[in-house]
C-alpha cells in the first residue's frame, strides 16, 4: 500500500463547536487521524462524542471550525460548496439511521436516484440481487420492512461505487438480527467493492469487524486502534 | 478483492423525472383544481384576446375598405358650392383681407357719394355765380345803352330785370354749364386729392377695427400659429333626425335616417341587402337586435313606413353614440338607418347639413391626426366665416379619432385585453403562490429526504428543477389546453358578448401572437419567477439542516408565550402561529375573490342606486331647448304649461391633457322652482360670478366652494372663471348653475335672453319646429340602462364564478394546513380526541381567519374596485360613483361564507379520513 493509499483520509487538528459565549460547546476538540483506501473504519463513541459531527465533517455537509481534511490529497478547505456537491457527487455515499427514502419511487428508482449522480454506476440488477432486494424492486418503500429499506438506502449509497461510504448509526434503528444482516452486507460491500467504509455507532460489538476503530469522547480521540484480529460480522454477538 | 466480479450499468434516466409524475398523481385533487382555474382563465383571456385582435383587425381594414371618414363637420345650412371648394384646400382663408374687401367697398361707395355730393354742391355754387355775374354784366350793359338813348330805370326796374335774366339763363344753360363745371371739376386734381383723402381716412378707421376684430379672432384660433394647409376631399353626407316607429305605432326612440351611401362611410351588410327602392330601408344590426326588428319588418319613420331589408354595420356607427357629447352610447332607443335618395325625400324631417371629409394626404399617426384636424378646424373655421352667406355657422366639428360613434368600441376593447391581462396575471400569482405555499410544506414534510439526496450529491439546481417541474408543467399544460379553448369556445363567447354591446362587421379569427405571449409566456414567467424565489430560498439551507428537519430562516428558540388560557384555545392559537404564511396567502386569495365579486355585486348596484337618485335628482321632469325664441313673426315663444320657468343652457369645456370634459351651464330664474340657488350667489365682494356645481362635477374633480373653475369654449379658445360658491346636490351630470342674469352676463346675450323651459308638466302648445331638444328623465337613464344592457347578464355569471373561485383558493390552502398537520391530527386521534374536537381544534382557527380576512377584504376589494372604476370613468364624460350599499357587502360576506362552509365541510371529512396509525409511522 503506497503512502498516499495509506494516508487516504487524512485529518488534522480538526475543532468544531456549537454555540458562543458562555453557551459555546466545544465538540471536537483536535482531532487526529488516516485512514487507508478500501479500509473499514468505526467511529465509536457514546452519545454527544461527536463522531455524528466528525462525519458530517467528513462528507462535507458540516463546516469545522479549524483543522484540515485531506481525501485522497484532496483539502476539503478549499472547495466550495458547488465543488463539496461535486465532491459528495462523486466519491462519497451516504446511509443514515433513518432510509429517507422516497416514498413515490420504488426501490428500483429509489437505487436509480443513487446511480444517477454517477458516470459509471454498479449495475443495478446485480446490485439489487446483492442486496436481496430483487424479488422487491417493484415495491414501495412503505411495503418493505424497517432492515429492507435500511438496504434500499445501502443499496442507493453504494449504486454509484463511491470512494467512501458513510454510515451513521445504519443499525440504530434495527432490530438484532436484522442489524446483522446489515452490518453483513456493509462487509459484503466492502469486500467486493473495495470502499472505504466509515461507520459510525455507539454499539461497541461492531468495532470486532471493523479495520480500524476510532474510539471518541467528549469530543477526543481515546483510542486510536488497527484491528488485526477482525472476525466476520456473521460472528458478531452483542 | 476481486474486481472481475463487479458489473457496471448504464447511468438511469434522472429518476426524479419519473416521481413529478407520481407527484402529479399522488395529489391531482390539487393539480386539477389549479389546471382547470388556469384553464378557464388563460382560456377567456385568450378568447378576448383573439376576438379582440380580430375584430380590431376588420375594424382597421373597414377603415380603408368601407372609406370610413377622417371627421365630419355639420353647418347651420347647406354650404354653397365655393365656400365647400375652399374648405377643401384645406386652406386658412385670409379673414382680415375678405373683411376688409367687404368694408372697403362698401366704404368706397360711401365716400365716393360723400365726396361728390360736396363737389356737386360747390360747383352748383361756382356755376350759378358765374351765370349771375355774367347775366349780371350783360343786363347792366343794355341797361345802360337803354339809358344812354333816355330811358330811365328804377334800381328797383334794374335789380328785377338782372333776376329774371338771371332765372331765363339759369333755365336755358346751367345744366350744360353745371355738367360742363362738374366734368372739368372731377378732372381737378383737388377733387382726385379729395376723394383718396377722405377714402384714406375711411380705410384707416376701417383697418383699426378689423385689426381689432382679426387680433381677437387670432387669439381665439391660434391663427399666428405655424399652419400648413390640409387639403381635404368633402363628401355631402346630410341626415334627418326622427323618430321610429313599428308598424303597430309602438315608439321605438330616436332615428337617424341617412340617404344612400356610395362614397364615404360604407356599411357591412350582416343581414340582408342594401335598400334598392324609396319604401326599403336598412337599419343597425345592434338596435335591430336590442329592439327586436328583423328584415322583413315594417318601420313607421318620419311618417312613411319603410320595409327593413338588411341589417347593417356601418363604419361609421360602431357604437351608437347620438351626439358625441353623451356620456354612454344608446343601442336599445337610437337607431342609425339608411335609404334611398327618394326614400330619404319622403321624411318628413328638418334635414341636417353634415359633410364628411377624408385628408387627401392621410396622416401617418394619431399624433399627426391630431394636428391634421386642428388645422383643417381652423381652415374650416374661416372658410365659413368668409362664406357668401354670412348666417352659416358651424354648428359640430367631429374629427374621426374623437369620435366616439367610431372609437369606443375600440377603446373598450382594448380596455377588456387591459383588465382581463390584469386579472389573469393577478389569479396566476396567486396560484403562483399557492404552489408555492404547497412546495414549501412539502419541502418541509420531505426535508430528510431531501437532505440525503443533497448529501448524496444532488445539487441544489436538480432539486429546484425537480420541485419547479409541477407548476411549470400545469402552467404549461393550462397554456396550451387554454389557448386552444381560447381560440374555439370562449372566442365565440367573447364575440357574442361585443355583439350585443356594439355595432361590428363581419370578422375572420386572426393568428394573435400577442395572445400566446400574454396568455403563455407572462402566466409561464410568473410561475417561474414566484416559485424560484420561494423554493430557492428553502434550497438554500445546507443539507444537514434538511436532515435535522430544521429549515425555519429565524430560530426561535422558544415557544411563544400564550396566556393562560383554557388548553383548547392555546392548541388553536398554536395552529394559527404555525400556519401565518398560509394565513395571509388566504388572505390575498379572499382579497383578490372580493376585487372580482365587488365588480360583480357593486356593478348591477350602482346602476340601480344611479337610476333611483337620477329619477330622484332629476330638477324637472322636462327640459325643452328652443332651436329660436321668437316665433316667425318675432314674438317670444310662450308656454301655458303650469310651473313651466325659462332657462337657459350652454355648453363649455373642461379642458385637461387626458379628456376635455363637455360641462353644462344653466341659467335659471332667481326663484326658480327647480333649481333652488341661495339668492346670496350674485353678491361677491370683488364683483366676480359665483356659481354652483353640480355633485358628480365636484365628485370626479375635487372641486370644493370657494374653488375657481376655469371653463372654455369649444371651438374657440375664451375662457370663463368663476369662483364656486357651493355644490348643488345633482349626480346626473357635470353641471354648473347660475342665475339667468348672470348666465346672459357671462355670455354677453340680451338681459332678457333664455334657451327654453323647464317645467315638470309635458309642455305640448309649443310648435315642435321651434324645439330644438326635449331632454326627459328617459335621456338621462340612458347611460344606465345601456350599461345594464350591456353586463347585467355577464355579472351574474361572474358572482356565480367568483364563489367558484373563491371556493378552490380556499380548497388549496386549507388542504395545505391539514396536510401540515396530518401526522398531529392523526396523534390526537391515537390521544382519544374525537374527529368533533379535533376539527374544532384544526378548523376553528382557520374560520376565524376565514371570517376576518373576509370583513377586511370586503373594504379592500370594494376601495380597489373604486379606484378602478374612477380610473375607468376619467376617462368617460359624466360622472357616477361606485357604490355598493350595505346589503351588496353583504351579499359579498354571505357568498364567500357560503363557499367556505361548503370548503369546510371537505375538510372536516378529510380530517375524519386520516388514519391513526400515520403518526407511528416512519417519516417516510
Known amino acids: 500500500m503506497s503512502e498516499q493509499e495509506r494516508k487516504f483520509l487524512e485529518v488534522k487538528a480538526l475543532k468544531k463547536s456549537f454555540g458562543n459565549g458562555e453557551t459555546k460547546q466545544d465538540v471536537l476538540k483536535g482531532l487526529d487521524f488516516t485512514v487507508a483506501k478500501g479500509e473499514f473504519c468505526v467511529l465509536l463513541g457514546p452519545s454527544g462524542s461527536g463522531k455524528s459531527t466528525l462525519l458530517n465533517i467528513l462528507g462535507g455537509i458540516d463546516n469545522a471550525d479549524s483543522g484540515e481534511i485531506f481525501i485522497d490529497g484532496d483539502r476539503l478547505a478549499d472547495m466550495d460548496e458547488k465543488g463539496l456537491t461535486r465532491y459528495r457527487r462523486k466519491h462519497l455515499g451516504y446511509v443514515f439511521q433513518m432510509y429517507n427514502l422516497i416514498p413515490n419511487l420504488n426501490v428500483k428508482e429509489n ?106 469522547r467528549d469530543g477526543m480521540i481515546r483510542r486510536d486502534i488497527v484491528n488485526t484480529e477482525k472476525i466476520t460480522a456473521a460472528e458478531l454477538e452483542w | 478483492m476481486d474486481n472481475n466480479k463487479i458489473f457496471f450499468g448504464k447511468r438511469p434516466k434522472n429518476p426524479l423525472i419519473k416521481r413529478v409524475w407520481k407527484d402529479m398523481w399522488r395529489d391531482k385533487k390539487r393539480y386539477l383544481m389549479i389546471f382547470i382555474m388556469l384553464v378557464a382563465t388563460i382560456g377567456m383571456v385568450s378568447g378576448i384576446y383573439v376576438a379582440n385582435n380580430s375584430m380590431l383587425d376588420s375594424l382597421h381594414k373597414n377603415v380603408a375598405e368601407l372609406k370610413r371618414e377622417d371627421g365630419h363637420f355639420r353647418l347651420s345650412g347647406k354650404a354653397d358650392e365655393e365656400t365647400l371648394e375652399n374648405i377643401a384646400t384645406g386652406e386658412l382663408a385670409d379673414v382680415p383681407a375678405v373683411y376688409r374687401e367687404r368694408a372697403y367697398e362698401k366704404a368706397e361707395g360711401e365716400v365716393q357719394k360723400a365726396v361728390d355730393e360736396a363737389t356737386e354742391e360747390s360747383v352748383a355754387e361756382k356755376v350759378k355765380e358765374v351765370i349771375r355775374a355774367e347775366v349780371e354784366s350783360a343786363v347792366t350793359e343794355q341797361l345802360s345803352q337803354a339809358e344812354k338813348k333816355g330811358v330811365k330805370y328804377s334800381e328797383e326796374e334794374k335789380q328785377s330785370a338782372i333776376d329774371e335774366a338771371y332765372e331765363n339763363a339759369l333755365t336755358e344753360s346751367y345744366d350744360s354749364a353745371y355738367d360742363e363745371a362738374l366734368k372739368q371739376a372731377k378732372e381737378t386734381e383737388e377733387y382726385q386729392n379729395a376723394l383718396k383723402d377722405a377714402l384714406a381716412d375711411a380705410q384707416t378707421e376701417i383697418d383699426k377695427e378689423i385689426d381689432e376684430k382679426y387680433a381677437e379672432l387670432s387669439d381665439r384660433y391660434g391663427l399666428d400659429e405655424k399652419f400648413d394647409p390640409v387639403p381635404v376631399t368633402i363628401y355631402e353626407l346630410f341626415y334627418k333626425d326622427t323618430e321610429e316607429y313599428r308598424a303597430d305605432g309602438d315608439n321605438i326612440g330616436k332615428v337617424r335616417v341617412y340617404p344612400m351611401r356610395t362614397d364615404i362611410d360604407l356599411y357591412d351588410i350582416l343581414d340582408g341587402r342594401s335598400p ?255 416559485n424560484l424565489i420561494v423554493i430557492t430560498r428553502t434550497l438554500k439551507l445546507s443539507p444537514l439542516r434538511f436532515l435535522r428537519h430544521d429549515l425555519k430562516r429565524s430560530k426561535r428558540k422558544k415557544a411563544v408565550r400564550l396566556p393562560k388560557w383554557k388548553f383548547f384555545s392555546r392548541f388553536r392559537i398554536r395552529i394559527f402561529l404555525q400556519n401565518i404564511p398560509n394565513y395571509l396567502m388566504l388572505f390575498v386569495g379572499i382579497t383578490f375573490v ?88 350674485c353678491k361677491d365682494d370683488n364683483g366676480e360670478i359665483q356659481v354652483y356645481i353640480s355633485q358628480a362635477y365636484a365628485e370626479k374633480y375635487k372641486v370644493d366652494p370657494g374653488d375657481t373653475i376655469v371653463l372654455s369654449e369649444k371651438y374657440e379658445h375664451k375662457e370663463y372663471s368663476w369662483k364656486v360658491y357651493d355644490i348643488y346636490d345633482y349626480p346626473g351630470g357635470i353641471a354648473v348653475f347660475m342665475t339667468n342674469g348672470q348666465f346672459n352676463k357671462a355670455f354677453d346675450k340680451d338681459e332678457d335672453d333664455f334657451s327654453g323651459y323647464l317645467c315638470n308638466e309635458k309642455i305640448t302648445d309649443i310648435d315642435s319646429k321651434y324645439i330644438a331638444k326635449e331632454i326627459t328623465l328617459d335621456d338621462t337613464l340612458k347611460i344606465a340602462r345601456q350599461l345594464d344592457h350591456s353586463l347585467g347578464a355577464y355579472m351574474v355569471y361572474f358572482r356565480y364564478i367568483c364563489v367558484i373561485v373563491a371556493a378552490i383558493i380556499l380548497y388549496l390552502l386549507t388542504k395545505i394546513i391539514i396536510e401540515k398537520n396530518e401526522r398531529s391530527i392523526s396523534m390526537t386521534k391515537i390521544l382519544g380526541y374525537d374527529t368533533g374536537e379535533i376539527a374544532s381544534i384544526y378548523l376553528a382557527p382557520t374560520a376565524v381567519v376565514v371570517l376576518i380576512s373576509e370583513f377586511l377584504a370586503i373594504f379592500i376589494g370594494f376601495e380597489l374596485m373604486a379606484v378602478f372604476w374612477k380610473y375607468m370613468m376619467m376617462s368617460m364624460s359624466g360622472w357616477f360613483a361606485f357604490t355598493m350599499p350595505f346589503s351588496g357587502f353583504v351579499k359579498e360576506y354571505v357568498l364567500v361564507f357560503v363557499a367556505y362552509a361548503l370548503i369546510t365541510v371537505i375538510d372536516f371529512l378529510r380530517i375524519r379520513k386520516i388514519p391513526k396509525v400515520l403518526a407511528l409511522k416512519n417519516v417516510e
Open chain 1, 111 to 216: 437505487i436509480e436516484t443513487g446511480a444517477y449522480l454517477s458516470d459509471k454506476p454498479l449495475d443495478i440488477d446485480e446490485l439489487l440481487k446483492i442486496l436481496g432486494l430483487y424479488e422487491h424492486r417493484h415495491k414501495l418503500p412503505n411495503q418493505l420492512s424497517g432492515g429492507q429499506q435500511q438496504r434500499v438506502s445501502i443499496g442507493r449509497a453504494i449504486v454509484k461505487n463511491p470512494d467512501i461510504l458513510l454510515c451513521d448509526e445504519p443499525t440504530g434503528a434495527l432490530d438484532y438480527n436484522t442489524s446483522k444482516e446489515i452490518l453483513q452486507l456493509i462487509e459484503e460491500v466492502n469486500r467486493k467493492y473495495g470502499n472505504t467504509i466509515i461507520m459510525v455507532t455507539h454499539n461497541e460489538a461492531i468495532k470486532l469487524m471493523a479495520d480500524h476503530v476510532i474510539k471518541l
Open chain 2, 276 to 530: 334598392e327602392n324609396e319604401n326599403e330601408i336598412v337599419i343597425d344590426r345592434m338596435h335591430a337586435d336590442n329592439a327586436k326588428i328583423k328584415t322583413g319588418d315594417t318601420l313607421k319613420i318620419g311618417g312613411t313606413d319603410f320595409e327593413v331589408v338588411g341589417l347593417v354595420s356601418f363604419v361609421d356607427y360602431t357604437t351608437l353614440y347620438e351626439s358625441n357629447t353623451d356620456t354612454m352610447f344608446d343601442a336599445l332607443t337610437f337607431d342609425i338607418t339608411m335609404t334611398t335618395d327618394e326614400g330619404f325625400e319622403r321624411i318628413n324631417s328638418n334635414t341636417r347639413a353634415n359633410y364628411a371629409f377624408t385628408y387627401r394626404n392621410k396622416p401617418s399617426d394619431e399624433y399627426e391626426e391630431k394636428l391634421l384636424s386642428d388645422h383643417f378646424m381652423k381652415a374650416l373655421i374661416t372658410q365659413v366665416a368668409v362664406s357668401e352667406d354670412e348666417d352659416l355657422k358651424i354648428e359640430d366639428y367631429v374629427p374621426a379619432y374623437a369620435n366616439n360613434a367610431m372609437t369606443f368600441a375600440e377603446n373598450d376593447l382594448g380596455h377588456d385585453k387591459i383588465m382581463s391581462s390584469v386579472l389573469l396575471y393577478i389569479l396566476t400569482a396567486v396560484m403562483a403562490f399557492i404552489f408555492a405555499v404547497t412546495i414549501s410544506t412539502t419541502l418541509e414534510q420531505e426535508a430528510s429526504v431531501i437532505g440525503t439526496l443533497r448529501a448524496s450529491g444532488y445539487s441544489k439546481n436538480e432539486l429546484l428543477w425537480y420541485y419547479m417541474s409541477a407548476p411549470m408543467i400545469i402552467v404549461l399544460l393550462a397554456s396550451l389546453a387554454g389557448n386552444v379553448i381560447g381560440y374555439t369556445s370562449f372566442k365565440d363567447t367573447i364575440v357574442d358578448m361585443y355583439y350585443s354591446s356594439y355595432s361590428l362587421p363581419n370578422y375572420v379569427t386572426l393568428w394573435t401572437p400577442e395572445a400566446f405571449i400574454r396568455t403563455t409566456i407572462v402566466p409561464i414567467v410568473l410561475m417561474l419567477v414566484i
Open chain 2, 594 to 681: 372580493m376585487l372580482l365579486l365587488s365588480m360583480a355585486v357593486g356593478m348591477p348596484e350602482t346602476l340601480n342606486c344611479l337610476q333611483d337618485t337620477m329619477s330622484d335628482s332629476l330638477f324637472a321632469q322636462e327640459q325643452l331647448i328652443l332651436s329660436s325664441t321668437e316665433d316667425d313673426d318675432g314674438i317670444i315663444i310662450t308656454t301655458k304649461a303650469d310651473g313651466a320657468e325659462r332657462f337657459s343652457i350652454n355648453s363649455l369645456e373642461r379642458k385637461s391633457d387626458t379628456y376635455n370634459e363637455e360641462v353644462s351651464i344653466y341659467g335659471v330664474e332667481e326663484d326658480s322652482r327647480y333649481i333652488k340657488l341661495s339668492n346670496d350667489i
